[in-house]
């Protein structure tokens, strides 16, 4: 076992600035020593042993180097290294520091020195500036004035470095107040580049909000204001009672804790707990195995980070009051416990939160009164304080809250400040035990960017946005201002997810959880089923939407039996839409947009007609091609010219198409002219559909037709998420496809279209399987496990759905598409969507003979896929 003692004595007994071989064993040793006592040593101990490692290895090559007699000339350390501790691989920062500018010959060997230092495999973050060019540069970037707040002497002369330190001092380089307000925007900024929450599934532990950067901030605002720092100063001048520090350098220590077997699981200097490290990093802190210890290692840092962002939040705002010298400017009283000063709420009584009941009269107080913008320092303390006092307890469990609580949710103006409090500060979870046990639980894919609790609270939030929005979501703006009770919606979209981590469909369960909830808090029995069918219906609407043909009337027939009234249709709606917003910010488009609209509008027509579905498609029919012959008048295409073109569709093709869409088909087919064998035509529009950009092939029918499309779209890092796919009477296939780009956005670019257009036409005209693939595989797919899954639902004689669950490797439809070529399967449709790490698509087929797949063949395709799926990737070049 390696002996620090021994590495350090080591590290002394070398003799020359050449024995690079001596002094890496050294830096190699010392982070064996790390490893080894990580369990047996405290992190605080082992931070401070790093650093002090660092420091006599430095002074040690510095010595070798001969600099230490160099007049003027200083070897400091800055940033973090500067505080005296690092972790295992954090970058060292040094600043080499002259009272004037330096010789040659000493920057020759200077250069030497950081060369040197890189030699032995340390990550060296060097500046060499002299004092006056140090001031000048900290002036006008506050990145380096806090670098230097910190700055530590290692060796050399010790008046220049007093020389900077006394000037950095001095107001007249950054003065407290400009200071704190430049750390303060520079913390917003920050928070704001993690969407202002600290419950994101690859958290970054230096800095998320309420990780270690939040703690950092308050010791660089303090030291420069009183000039030093230590805990005490802050217990001193009344900041933190003595608690409240300890609680503080704790929650370091836990993330020091966690950052230092996430460096020694990587390797290298990482702060993103990423999936790859996550599993190893929860096994090295002895929170267990598998997904079961990341969930309990996540749920203990998620618990971290809330505090250490209360703990920062009051102080911040204790330094913003006290540096800017703020005196209060408005000031009104609310009631005997509480007033607004400039915006804060602040308590007027130290017994303001002496019961739950309290709690939730406060909530109440801020959703009645809009000029509240937050809490001031002291209620935080006081809330943080009432909440640790009550724990004995879930407040549910009292009447009075019971009957306060429903009070609340029926008031969507409670879901503004009040719910994001009620959330922040763990009020919620006090409240209601499912809720605690949703608090910081893990979601292991990339379809979901955020923790359990932290989605729901922004489905909440988004639920809330249809009352203020009315110009961005005018249907649910009128759904939500038409339902009598408010809370329905509300409660739903509180429960909707309850029961995940339990094992089992976490709708079910949800469902049994919210009518005791509803029961036990006196809701009308009609209103209690409406809420229990949402909960376990949530995810149906946005399944049928994207995995289902919904032009198909036995499709919505189905759906809106299930749905059975227009206020449950539109409930879902309204949830479906949030919840898909609330689950991850790229998620939502447009062709999620018109697909959920689409399902919406042909239920509820459906619904008005007795769920007589086919008429409702005819109608819509009838309806289509009337606008759509007004249209084609405009272009002076007449009905011999059209007529022809139409006769060769089914009538659904007029209900799957808009008017305009059918308009552009028949004048692109009307233009292309009669196309011989060898003819394609391939044309692409933004104009004619909201949820992307449209691609349209007509041509006599080929093998591997979508295969071949969809492998140039691949490389191209575009996507399809809709295919139409129809063969018409004359035997030519005619493709429609909603293609969109890698940010799931249509393709704006002109140029792109174009040349997508060409390389189409291009690879359709060539012998070969498909088109070369470029795209890899991501860093985070490959961590995941996507077993595949592969369902046949046959509807109809001629046809056969088949539902997919795969990995969304590069080239995965290429493959699929070949595949039914090799089994002479004939493609009819396709509905592609991607979420997160896993493709969930629908494929309509038949066989050779135009008929469903029989039992074999659905065995054949689910072995042979199989095969193709879990086959290494291969590039089929052309």
Not at 140 to 148: E, F, K, V
Not at 391 to 406: D, G, K, L, N, T
Not at 538 to 548: D, E, N, T, Y
């Amino acid at each position: 076992m390696v002996n620090l003692e021994t590495i350090l004595a080591n590290i002394q007994e070398i003799e020359s600035i050449g024995d690079i071989g001596a002094f890496r064993s050294c830096v190699s040793d010392n982070l064996s020593w790390l490893k080894q006592n990580f369990n047996s040593v405290h992190v605080d101990e082992l931070v401070v042993k790093r650093a002090e490692f660092t420091d006599i290895l430095l002074r040690k090559a510095w010595c070798l180097q001969n600099l230490e007699n160099v007049k003027g000339l200083s070897l400091v350390a800055v940033g973090g290294y500067g505080r005296g501790q690092m972790q295992p691989y954090s970058d060292i920062d040094l600043l080499i520091l002259s009272d004037k500018t330096l010789k040659p010959d000493v920057q020759e060997r200077i250069s030497s020195f950081i060369t040197f230092l890189w030699d032995i495999k340390l990550e060296i973050g060097q500046s060499v500036r002299t004092v006056k060019d140090t001031l000048a540069l900290a002036k006008d970037d506050i990145t380096i004035a806090t670098n230097l707040v910190e700055a530590r002497l290692l060796i050399g002369c010790d008046k220049t470095f007093t020389k900077l330190s006394s000037k950095l001092t001095s107001h007249r380089i950054w003065s407290s107040k400009n200071f704190f307000l430049a750390k303060l925007e520079e913390q917003k900024a920050r928070h704001k580049k993690f969407n202002d929450t600290s419950y994101n599934l690859e958290p970054n532990i230096k800095e998320n909000p309420g990780c270690l950067r939040d703690i950092q901030n308050i010791g660089w605002v303090a030291k420069q204001h009183f000039n030093e720092y230590d805990g005490m100063t802050l217990i001193g001048h009344g900041y933190f009672t003595e608690l409240e520090h300890a609680e503080l350098i704790e929650c370091r220590s836990n993330l020091w804790q966690i950052r230092f077997a996430l460096h020694l699981v990587a390797k290298r200097s990482e702060n993103r707990l990423l999936f790859d490290f996550q599993t190893d990093v929860a096994e090295l802190l002895g929170f267990g195995n598998g997904k079961a210890g990341v969930e309990k290692m996540m749920k203990h840092l998620f618990r971290i980070v809330r505090r250490v962002s209360e703990l920062n939040s009051m102080l911040m705002l204790r330094f913003k009051q006290d540096i800017l010298n703020l005196k209060v400017k408005r000031r009104r009283e609310l009631n005997a416990n509480f007033c607004v000063e400039d915006g804060l709420i602040s308590p007027t009584s130290e017994e303001c939160f002496a019961s739950p009941m309290l709690i939730l009269e406060f909530l109440d107080l801020l959703s009645q009164h809009k000029d509240i913008e937050g809490l001031d320092a002291n209620c935080i303390r006081l809330l943080r304080n009432a909440r640790r006092e009550f724990q004995s307890a879930y407040y549910h469990q009292i009447p009075e809250c019971r009957v306060y609580f429903i009070k609340l949710v029926s008031n969507p103006d409670f879901f503004d400040l009040a719910w994001d409090v009620m959330h922040k500060h763990g009020i919620l979870q006090s409240y209601l035990p499912e809720w605690d046990k949703i608090v910081g639980m893990m979601q292991f894919d990339l379809f979901h960017a955020y923790t359990v609790d932290e989605h729901t609270h922004r489905l909440v939030k988004h639920v809330r946005s249809y009352y203020t929005k009315a110009e961005e979501f005018p249907r649910c703006n009128k759904i939500v201002n038409n339902a009598d009770k408010p809370e329905i919606l509300f409660l739903t979209a509180i429960f909707h997810d309850i029961a995940k981590g339990r094992g089992g469909d976490h709708s079910v369960l949800g469902e049994k959880d919210v009518r005791v909830f509803c029961v036990d808090h006196d809701l009308d029995n009609k209103d209690v089923d409406i809420i229990a069918w949402l909960v376990k219906h949530h995810l149906l609407m946005s399944v049928v939407a994207q995995r289902r043909d919904i032009y198909d009337p036995e499709v919505v027939r189905e759906f809106a039996s299930t749905v059975k009234s227009h206020e449950q249709l539109d409930l879902l709606y309204a949830l479906t839409l949030a919840d898909i917003r609330a689950t991850n910010d790229s998620l939502w488009n447009d062709w999620k947009a018109s697909l959920l609209r689409e399902l919406y509008q042909l239920t509820r027509k459906a619904l008005d007609n007795g769920l007589q579905c086919q008429m409702t498609l005819n109608e819509r029919i009838k309806d289509y091609q009337s606008k759509t012959i007004k249209l084609l008048a405009d272009k002076n295409i007449d009905e011999s010219q059209y007529l022809p073109f139409w006769e060769q569709f089914n009538q659904d093709y007029f209900a799957r198409y808009s008017p305009k869409q059918i308009a552009w088909h028949t004048q692109c087919i009307i233009e292309a002219g009669e196309l011989s064998e060898k003819d394609i035509l391939v044309s692409a529009s933004n104009d004619t559909s909201k949820a992307g950009t449209e691609l349209l092939i007509f041509c006599q029918d080929k093998p591997a037709l979508f295969a071949q499309i969809a492998s140039v779209l691949d490389s191209r890092n575009c996507s399809i998420h809709d295919a139409q796919i129809s063969v018409t009477r004359s035997g030519y296939v005619f493709d429609s496809m909603i293609i969109l780009d890698q940010d799931g956005k249509r393709i704006e670019s002109q140029t792109h279209i174009n040349t997508l257009v060409k390389t189409i036409h291009a690879q359709l005209t060539k012998p070969g399987r498909s088109h070369s693939n470029s795209r890899k595989m991501s860093r985070r797919m490959k961590q995941l496990d996507v077993p595949t899954k592969v369902r046949f639902y046959s509807s109809q004689a001629e046809s056969t759905l088949i539902e997919l669950e795969a990995l969304d490797a590069p080239g995965l439809l290429a493959k699929i598409g070949h595949l039914f070529v090799d089994l002479k399967f004939v493609l009819k449709m396709a509905k592609i969507s991607t979420i997160g790490e896993r493709a969930e698509d629908v494929f309509i087929v038949s066989n050779e003979d135009g008929n469903a797949l029989t039992q074999e063949q659905q065995v054949v395709f689910r072995k042979q896929l199989k095969l193709k799926l879990d086959q290494p990737e291969v590039n089929h070049a052309i």
